[in-house]
């Protein structure tokens, strides 16, 4: 099971489901990472977290750990 | 409906994501340019005014924090959230404009279809068709209103295009007849399951596939061009209209790229403190002149009576010391105001977060802090965008130890004491080593706050970081510079009126209870008279009693009553510490402030020891204690309000100051036993 942090820079991928049970998860969907959705892996800190995903027309960035329960097709 | 509310204007809220237009539009149908930022999350305060008398009609406009979803996730949103069903002082709104960024349109929809389903009046406007169009895409506006059952009108906040169309829209809605039948709002959205949520985006994304069509015009086969490439590029996507900004994306791969993007941070970070000092100095300069001079001529009109001297001594040396420092604050403000308008300062959080986690705080937490830089009451209000409460709790603590623009008339004229006045390099260095000493020491404290954290801060949460970087943005000079104005004019109606009734205080604590001291005058020119007559009040004054008492905890210092008076009225509001030494030593009858309290400072003798007051311990050990000590009452204040109660300020009080007085007497003895 493939999740978002583990996306390559460029690289796109579809969400087929966010973690219920993270804490951040109802959050992560409001802003736009649901199901079906394209996302790409754009840019991260030099530090490799946060992340920045390129969704629904613009820039999120978020952190390692809740890259993690965004679990991709 | 209540006869009252007939009385009253009709009440039009905007709502929105954030970076969804919405204060630009406000500052179009306002005519009063407000707040326009890029950093999401940062329209902490409302707006409010009237529209445009122009625009005929009659109806309060008033301006809510961006929102993601009517489901709230920060104590931010959780008030402007409530306020939209219920505002503590405007009422429920008659209507909502709601705008809606087409570029991103399936996530601004979200909080739109919310709205409607909720029971709000709602009319939609769409922003951004500009960068959409760029795309080659646009909306259809009458098949969205179709699907969304309300109106929906294309505007251009910048432009003002499209709002006269809006408030065509926007009249009849406000006919009494019709607001009679509004349904009351409800609260359904609050902690919405993740079917509903992901029922709600399936109908959005429906939506989207029906509004969104390719334009169709004279540069049709340029637009086709564009759209095949993105195609090409982009096989998987549908719809183009769903790429980011591409002049983003390009300039992104710099500012955050892996290599540089720390080392353009720095730059940046290091161009906008550097500017500051050098850009507020010379005008910092004048205004010092200026009262400097206003006060030698208060004190030559009045002559020497107890009215002149409080007006000299009082009133007109308290206001410059206000004064003194809003340039640097306007500067401050102004480049704080461009980072953000231009969409940096989203990055620079981003940025930053993964060490600031490191020591309990969040990415979020960095433009608090960078306004504490500033004034620690605007950068405490800001903290309220973290929405996880163990983050938001230590960032409002660490915030008073960031060095803040009052403090710098305090560490300016120490250090002029220091470094010979020809060398300005090296006292800009030392001032230099002074900031980055604050900024390690609020690291220091953080990262043992957060260990001991349960302790004191007494707030469990799962720590998060989601941030929308929003696309980079020619800067609205013009709103900017006007934003500054507003946040200068906050900062002196806040610290101001304290500040000032602060040196009238202090004034009457020195020239009282013995005003008029009888002295020897024989064989003494004038002006060593009223030298004499100055420093016999002084001595027998309320501020001596009250130093005397405070003696014994100065004395390991190596400072006198003197020097503890002026740090006890530093409590009020630290700069109050320059005009406090300037009153103690009598310093009015020179042009420049600055100097003469140097030179007084240089004469001034230890009434204890007998040997001279200020020494190099004793300036540095000064620095240090104003480094670390809570020292500011509209903080305090602002700290309570915004933590809700009285644990976090005391503990400040308490931590930071007793850091200060340890670290300033191990630095003033260790200083002395190495030979200074």
């Known amino acids: 099971m493939k999740t978002a942090s583990e996306l390559n820079f460029g690289e796109r991928a579809i969400i087929s489901d966010v973690d219920n049970s993270h804490p951040s998860f109802r959050r992560l969907l409001e802003i736009g990472f649901t199901p079906g959705q394209e996302i790409e892996l754009v840019n991260s800190s030099a530090f490799n977290d946060p992340l920045a995903f390129s969704l629904r027309g613009t820039l999120i960035a978020i952190r390692k750990h809740e890259a993690d329960c965004i679990i991709l097709t | 409906m209540s006869t009252t509310s007939n009385e009253k204007l009709h009440l039009i809220t905007l709502v929105g994501p954030p970076n969804s237009g919405k204060t630009t539009l406000f500052n179009q149908l306002s005519g009063k340019n407000f707040k326009t930022v890029n950093y999401p999350g940062s329209t902490v305060e409302y707006s409010t005014s009237?529209?445009?008398?122009?625009?005929?009609?009659?109806?309060?406009?008033?301006?809510?924090?961006?929102?993601?979803?009517?489901?709230?996730?920060?104590?931010?949103?959780?008030?402007?959230?409530?306020?939209?069903?219920?505002?503590?002082?405007?009422?429920?709104?008659?209507l909502?404009?709601?705008?809606?960024?087409?570029?991103?349109?399936?996530?601004?929809?979200?909080?739109c279809k919310q709205l409607i389903e909720s029971g709000f009046n709602i009319i939609v406007a769409l922003t951004m068709n500009d960068i959409l169009a760029k795309k080659g895409f646009e909306v259809d506006e009458n098949k969205l209103a179709e699907e969304l059952g309300c109106g929906v009108i294309k505007v251009d906040g910048r432009t003002g295009r499209g709002i006269d169309k809006l408030l065509t829209c926007v009249k009849p809605k406000l006919n009494d007849d019709v607001i009679d039948e509004i349904k009351v709002a409800h609260k359904i959205f609050e902690n919405i399951s993740k079917e509903k949520l992901l029922n709600l985006y399936k109908e959005i994304e429906r939506i989207e596939k029906n509004v969104i069509v390719e334009i169709r015009n004279n540069n049709f086969s340029n637009l086709l061009q564009a759209n095949e490439k993105l195609k090409i590029l982009n096989p998987t996507l549908k719809y183009g209209s769903n790429r980011p900004d591409a002049r983003t994306l390009k300039i992104d791969k710099y500012l955050l790229s892996r290599r540089w993007g720390l080392v353009f941070f720095f730059l940046i970070m290091s161009v906008t403190f550097t500017s500051i000092f050098w850009i507020a100095n010379p005008f910092m300069d004048l205004v010092d002149k200026l009262f400097g001079y206003l006060s030698t001529s208060a004190a030559g009109i009045f002559g020497y009576t107890w009215y002149s001297n409080l007006i000299a001594?009082?009133?007109?040396?308290?206001?410059?010391?206000?004064?003194?420092?809003?340039?640097?604050?306007?500067?401050l403000f102004l480049i704080l105001g461009l980072l953000e308008d231009t969409g940096y300062l989203a990055r620079g959080a981003m940025l930053i977060d993964k060490p600031l986690s490191k020591i309990g705080l969040n990415g979020k937490s960095f433009v608090p802090m960078l306004s504490g830089f500033a004034c620690a009451i605007p950068a405490i209000l800001a903290a309220r965008t973290i929405s996880n409460r163990r983050e938001r709790l230590l960032t409002i603590f660490i915030i008073p130890l960031m060095s803040c623009s009052a403090r710098l008339?305090?560490?300016?004229?120490?250090?002029?004491?220091?470094?010979?006045?020809?060398?300005?390099?090296?006292?800009?260095?030392?001032?230099?080593?002074?900031?980055?000493?604050?900024?390690?020491?609020?690291?220091?404290?953080?990262?043992?706050?957060?260990?001991?954290?349960?302790k004191i801060i007494n707030a469990v949460?799962?720590?998060?970081?989601?941030?929308?970087?929003?696309?980079?943005?020619?800067?609205?000079?013009?709103?900017?510079?006007?934003?500054?104005?507003?946040?200068?004019?906050?900062?002196?109606?806040?610290?101001?009126?304290?500040?000032?009734?602060?040196?009238?205080?202090i004034w009457f604590l020195t020239y009282f209870p013995n005003h008029s001291?009888?002295?020897?005058?024989?064989?003494?020119?004038?002006?060593?008279?009223?030298?004499?007559?100055?420093?016999?009040?002084?001595?027998?004054?309320?501020?001596a009693d009250l130093g005397k008492v405070i003696q014994p905890v100065m004395s390991p210092l190596g400072m006198d009553w003197r020097i503890g008076v002026s740090l006890i009225a530093a409590f009020a509001a630290r700069e109050v510490f320059v005009s406090s030494l300037a009153m103690i030593f009598k310093v009015t009858d020179e042009d420049n402030l600055q100097s003469s309290i140097l030179f007084a400072m240089k004469d001034a003798v230890n009434e204890e020891?007998?040997?001279?007051?200020?020494?190099?311990?004793?300036?540095?050990?000064?620095?240090?204690?104003?480094?670390?000590?809570?020292?500011?009452?509209?903080?305090?204040?602002?700290?309570?309000?915004?933590?809700?109660?009285?644990?976090?300020?005391?503990?400040?009080i308490i931590i930071f100051t007793s850091t200060a007085y340890i670290f300033s007497l191990i630095t003033v003895n260790f200083l002395r036993f190495v030979g200074f």
């Open chain 2, 409 to 454: 008339p305090v560490y300016t004229l120490l250090i002029a004491f220091l470094t010979p006045a020809d060398k300005a390099l090296l006292a800009g260095i030392a001032l230099a080593v002074v900031y980055l000493s604050s900024i390690l020491g609020s690291i220091v404290v953080a990262a043992f706050i957060n260990k001991f954290n349960k």
């Open chain 2, 96 to 111: 909502l404009i709601t705008t809606v960024d087409v570029s991103q349109i399936s996530r601004h929809l979200l909080l």
């Open chain 2, 517 to 543: 001291p009888e002295v020897n005058t024989k064989g003494l020119s004038q002006k060593e008279v009223v030298q004499l007559i100055k420093a016999e009040r002084l001595s027998t004054s309320y501020a």
């Open chain 2, 313 to 331: 001594d009082g009133i007109i040396s308290g206001t410059g010391s206000v004064l003194v420092f809003l340039p640097q604050i306007l500067i």
């Open chain 2, 50 to 94: 009237k529209i445009q008398s122009k625009f005929g009609i009659d109806a309060d406009l008033l301006d809510s924090p961006g929102i993601i979803s009517l489901n709230p996730n920060s104590p931010d949103e959780e008030i402007s959230v409530n306020s939209l069903y219920n505002h503590p002082e405007f009422g429920s709104p008659h």
């Open chain 2, 461 to 505: 949460d799962s720590s998060s970081f989601i941030l929308e970087l929003p696309a980079y943005r020619v800067p609205k000079i013009k709103n900017v510079i006007r934003n500054s104005f507003e946040n200068a004019k906050q900062y002196i109606y806040r610290a101001g009126p304290i500040i000032l009734v602060l040196s009238i205080a």
């Open chain 2, 609 to 652: 020891t007998g040997k001279p007051l200020f020494t190099v311990p004793t300036i540095v050990g000064l620095i240090v204690f104003f480094i670390f000590a809570m020292q500011c009452l509209s903080t305090v204040a602002v700290s309570k309000k915004e933590t809700g109660g009285w644990r976090i300020p005391i503990l400040q």
